[in-house]
């Protein structure tokens, strides 16, 4: 298991911007941090949570479709260094942000893995941080 440490969170307004951030420890990879996915998933008061964005170890991003367009990630290897920058946020985007690690895809339980889209496909995220609160309010 790995540490992941996030920042970023705040309240911003609907309408506006911020980024966060998450590194990632590199006690405990198995692997050259470059082969990781990174992902961040989100969960908003009394929902569950959901996935997000996935940065890929090739540099393949992919989302889910409700923030298509408004946010980015990316990832700076050198500095086991993951961001997520968002745009455009609306109250629907609260909630606490989560950055996780892993190194598969594939068929999971329900509850399991990283999802960006309903169905059993998932990022089977290793390791998790505990989360920065993003709260969109005017």
């Known amino acids: 298991v790995v540490e992941l440490v996030e920042s970023g969170g705040e309240t911003v307004q609907p309408g506006g911007s911020l980024r966060l951030s998450c590194v990632v420890s590199e006690v405990g990879l198995v692997a050259p941090f470059h082969v990781y996915s990174l992902g961040w998933a989100r969960q908003a008061p009394g929902k569950e949570r959901e996935g997000v964005a996935v940065?890929?170890?090739?540099?393949?991003?992919v989302y889910r479709e409700s923030v298509q367009g408004r946010f980015t990630i990316s990832r700076d290897n050198a500095k086991r260094t993951t961001f997520l920058e968002m745009s455009k946020v609306t109250p629907d985007d609260t909630g606490v942000y989560y950055c996780?690690?892993?190194?598969?895809?594939?068929?999971?339980?329900?509850?399991?893995?990283?999802?960006?889209?309903?169905?059993?496909?998932?990022?089977?995220?290793?390791?998790w941080g505990n989360g920065t609160l993003v709260t969109v309010s005017s």
């Open positions: 996780a690690a892993g190194l598969t895809y594939g068929m999971y339980p329900a509850g399991r893995g990283l999802r960006l889209e309903p169905g059993p496909w998932a990022y089977g995220m290793d390791s």
């Open positions: 940065i890929k170890g090739d540099g393949l991003t």
